[in-house]
């Protein structure tokens, strides 16, 4: 067994040397879990990659004038998809790890931290968060950027997904309290222009909103008039803080206006009535679950309604909320979702002889990978290794330490893994990680100007 050509600084060199649309990159002998139904988990399987796309998947594939990389030992899978996250706060992550309820969240960062934040410490704190997510396998990112204070603000998020190289979706929100422009929405056609005016890019645009008026008031709030500007402008929407009643309420009202959709994803979803689960389910709407959020922090019941969707028929995707409170990773979210859940199920049928309905490591790994992707509007893109989709791939080491040996590649992922065994991450085709080592980025520097930012927020009094 082989295992030093995927940490081959060799390797890298040659494959950044090719002309990113020539590039053709063979890997060899994986075990690859494509997490496409038709074409499973192939052991000893061949991947290749042209220029930013799979073009096949199979065994002993042929490739002349490709550099090879030898995958033996190793899992490939899709990269992760992040359906939510703040990810301006990342500078404060951990501060406040045991926060009680949402109103203490709220209180402290929304109506707190930031307010004073510039676009400097947007840049930062978006930056820090995605680098975080592509070493941890992440490799498309949904930054529900709700702290919009000026255009610039709104500039320096997306500037900060674009220079990292993920497949960022930047979904736009003006802030909770203080002072602001109100340049929300209304600057979001002169963003599309600027940043998202392909088709065929990494960055893709979403218009963020609130389920109600409870925390900020009816402007940031989820209704015909921003389903409005959503649909001019072609964008999907993803609405944060959908939970218990008024939450319910709200939702079939968003369904007899006919808001409702595919490109429409609800996040949380915790402690919703069957009624809401319905509209939703009937309509096709999407749903982004936040695990530890919802459990760690107590959103509404605190479980995560996986359940509830899937009775539903939505299969949700996951994401990582904030890391004010919470880990920043997906196995996390992967692991306490199929603890939770199947303790639930379990718990449920104690005593009454049935058997509980437990959900598997597949389905969390399809959540945290496929649906993900179905979620955030990119399944025609990433989410699986199936040929014609974009390079959005990890090398996992399952010969590590913690992995050998290697008996069960799913069970290997969702339950042994955690960001050292992804020795490479390729995002659209790109080498973002090699030898287990995020690329392109000075830790030192970037420590120095997180360092510097944090203190910036957390020594100006709040406006
Ligand atoms: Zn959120």
């Known amino acids: 067994m082989n295992l030093n050509h995927t940490t081959s600084a060799a390797v890298l060199e040659e494959l950044r040397r090719r002309p990113a649309d020539r590039r053709r990159i063979l890997f060899t002998g994986a075990t690859v879990v494509t997490m496409d139904s038709g074409l499973g988990v192939l052991d000893g399987g061949d991947l290749l990659v042209e220029g930013d796309t799979i073009t096949a998947v199979g065994p002993r594939l042929d490739a002349p004038d490709a550099v090879v990389v030898d995958a033996t030992g190793a899992i490939l899978a899709p990269g992760f998809v992040d359906t939510h996250r703040h990810a301006w706060e990342a500078q ?24 004073v934040y510039r676009p400097q410490n947007m840049y930062i704190g978006t930056r820090l ?82 389920a109600t008026d409870e925390i900020a ?102 994401s990582i909320d904030v890391e004010v409170a919470l880990a920043s990773d997906m196995f996390t979210q992967m692991r306490a979702l199929h603890a939770i859940q199947r303790m639930r199920a379990v718990n449920a049928a104690h005593g009454t002889g049935r058997q509980p309905s437990r959900i598997t490591t597949r389905d969390v790994l399809d959540f945290a990978t496929l649906q993900g992707a179905r979620t955030n509007g ?5 989410g699986s290794l199936t040929p014609g989709k974009k390079a959005d791939l990890l090398v996992i080491q399952a010969e590590d330490l913690n992995n050998m040996p290697l008996n069960d590649p799913i069970g290997t992922i969702v339950l042994g893994s955690d960001a050292r065994n992804i020795s490479a991450v390729l995002i659209n085709g790109e080498t973002r990680k090699w030898n287990g080592q995020v690329l392109d980025v000075n830790l030192a520097a970037l420590r120095g100007k997180v360092h510097a930012s944090r203190e910036y927020v957390l020594n100006t009094p709040a406006v």
């Open 217 to 318: 008031g009816p402007a940031l709030a989820y209704g015909p008039e921003l389903a409005r500007v959503a649909r001019e402008l072609g964008v999907g929407v993803s609405v944060d803080a959908v939970f218990g009643s008024a939450s319910s309420d709200a939702v079939l009202r968003w369904a007899k206006d006919s808001i409702l959709g595919p490109d429409v994803t609800l996040i949380h979803s915790t402690g919703l009535t069957p009624e809401a689960w319905q509209a939703m389910g009937e309509s096709g709407t999407t749903v982004a679950l936040a695990p530890t959020s919802d459990a760690q922090i107590g959103l509404e019941t605190a479980i995560p309604a996986v359940d509830e969707a899937l009775s539903a028929g939505i299969r949700p995707g996951l």
């Open 378 to 382: 990119l399944v025609g893109v990433t």
């Open 129 to 210: 968060a995605a680098l975080t997510a592509i070493d941890s396998g992440i490799t498309t990112m949904l930054d529900f950027s709700h702290n919009s204070r000026t255009r610039e603000h709104s500039d320096a998020a997306v500037e900060a997904l674009r220079d990292t190289g993920i497949r960022g979706v930047h979904a736009a929100m003006g802030p909770h309290f203080g002072d602001w422009d109100r340049q929300w929405p209304g600057d979001l056609p002169r963003l599309k222009s600027q940043y998202f005016s392909s088709d065929d890019q990494l960055l893709t645009l979403r218009l963020a909103t609130l």
């Open 92 to 115: 404060l992550r951990r501060i406040m790890p045991d926060v009680d309820d949402l109103g203490g969240y709220v209180m402290a960062t929304l109506a707190g931290y930031a307010t």
